[in-house]
């Protein structure tokens, strides 16, 4: 075999391993697009965040999640209930990665909660 064959063969694997990188969502148009209506989960919790401006789903403890939302500048911004218990209104920084979307609180400057896109 050719060294350049090789090389390129090798080269494909190694990109062909490489994890995506995440991309964030800095706009309604996109969130509407890759996020909205889908069912996302997250261990035992799911949640759908729907176009209309509205959130519901099953939490953790198995009690409801209801809320709305809004699109503000580059955030995900929500107020909801979970399990009979009022969330502070929050505004996250929201980036996909292959099925995965991760919602981070605090404009970008809290913990991030990963979620499954089924």
Known sequence: MNIRLC???IAGL???????LA???TNKEQFLEMIAGKKLVEKNAWVVIARNGTVHG???KNGDIVGEWK???????RDII???ETLPH???????NGNS???THNEGKGISVVWTVE
């Open 7 to 9: 090389a390129c063969v």
């Open 14 to 20: 190694t990109l062909a391993a490489a994890p995506a």
């Open 23 to 25: 991309e964030e969502i």
């Open 58 to 60: 099953r939490g953790p």
């Open 71 to 77: 699109w503000k500048g580059r955030y995900y911004c």
């Open 82 to 84: 979970i399990d009979n």
């Open 90 to 96: 929050d505004c996250q920084v929201v980036t996909v």
């Open 101 to 103: 979307v991760a919602f």
